[in-house]
């Protein structure tokens, strides 16, 4: 893990965040989680 920097990390936390989800309708959850926190 030493070989692994912080940006390829959040590179990778990006992806994950940004690809549609099925088990979320096909919405990214970043998007899911911007909505719920304006809701509350």
């Given at each position: 893990m030493r070989?692994?920097?912080?940006?390829?990390?959040?590179?990778?936390q990006s992806r994950i965040n940004n690809r549609p989800k099925k088990c979320l309708g096909f919405k990214q959850p970043a998007v899911i989680f911007k909505e719920m926190a304006m809701a509350a």
């Open positions: 070989t692994v920097t912080d940006d390829d990390i959040q590179f990778a």
